[in-house]
């Protein structure tokens, strides 16, 4: 039996001197090989890795993933799976830091159960992700958490395979009812008034003052949100809309469950017929939680506000 390609090792590192030099070390060994090699951080270690880096920084592709990866179910299509998938005819290295200090508690079981998920999506590819955890700035409990979802660990000292390694305990341990909002509008929709669903979230986001193409986003995003409903909720659904901490909320329940993990999480060929609405809601939205189970899923997007 073939050794699984995949490689999916979480670096743990203390100093900005040992993130550069594992980071750059990785890096240069997929530059030496001949490997298309992408790197997706935060924009201070962005910086450092660049400046490390020096010319062969050109042959890199570098991304600010508090903006490519700003809501963390877009990570895996838009991110990992756009670049890998571009170079599918050899080893591809890829780094990302989906998790950073400053990361909300309202983000974090999204981050959680997006690093669990890599492990699903990826299986049988030939790529390896390498995912960086600042020990100090970070809570122990997600420093716990990244042993879980992550098959090999590494640090200054060395590598070693992970003993906690358990990635569906991670998504199905955030698979959690999500707090109750204090004040929200609300209003029961099927097909005969999905339009005014779309058109309740619409009205909230424009007293917030989103506009143009952010506001077509949000438009976009209750539209297909409800249409999940009807397709695959049992015809009808409930949406609530209200804003919290600077964010605009639009959540759509229904008695659907989303038995596919990765649902919403594949790349979609656009040539290609079939359901993409949760895809669309993920690529949209700055942050997407949900909850499922049989008969009652969730839905909650989140619009940074302007």
């Not at 058109?199 to 209750?222: E, H, K, P």
């Amino acid at each position: 039996m073939l050794a699984e390609p995949f490689s999916h090792p979480a670096l743990f590192y203390r100093s900005d001197q040992e993130y550069v030099a594992a980071t750059t070390a990785f890096v240069r060994e997929g530059l030496a090989a001949g490997e298309p090699v992408a790197v997706a951080v935060p924009p201070r270690n962005l910086a450092m890795i660049e400046a490390e880096l020096g010319a062969d920084a050109g042959a890199v592709r570098l991304l600010d993933m508090t903006v490519a990866g700003r809501n963390p179910g877009r990570i895996i299509p838009a991110v990992l799976r756009d670049f890998a998938d571009r170079h599918r005819d050899g080893h591809v290295r890829i780094i990302g830091e989906p998790i950073w200090p400053g990361r909300s508690e309202t983000e974090y079981p999204a981050c959680a159960q997006h690093e669990a998920l890599i492990n699903l999506s990826f299986a049988g590819r030939d790529v390896t992700i390498l995912c960086p955890y600042d020990t100090v700035g970070l809570v122990p409990e997600v420093i716990r958490e990244a042993a879980r979802t992550h098959p090999v660990l590494r640090d200054v000292s060395g590598e070693w395979y992970s003993d906690d390694y358990a990635p569906d305990l991670v998504v199905e341990g955030h698979n959690r009812p999500l707090d109750e909002p204090k004040e929200f509008q609300s209003l029961r929709f099927d097909h005969t008034n999905l339009s005014a669903a779309r058109g309740m979230a619409t009205r909230q986001a424009v007293l917030m003052g989103f506009a143009g193409d952010r506001l077509d986003d949000i438009r976009l995003t209750a539209a297909e949100l409800g249409a999940n409903s009807l397709d695959h909720g049992g015809g009808s659904g409930l949406i609530r809309v209200w804003a919290e901490d600077g964010r605009l909320v639009c959540e759509v329940s229904d008695r659907g469950h989303i038995a596919d993990p990765l649902a919403g999480r594949r790349p979609v060929d656009p040539r290609r017929s079939g359901s993409r609405g949760l895809l669309i809601v993920n690529l949209l939205s700055d942050l997407v939680r949900v909850h499922t189970q049989a008969g009652a899923t969730t839905i909650r997007a989140y619009f940074d506000a302007p």
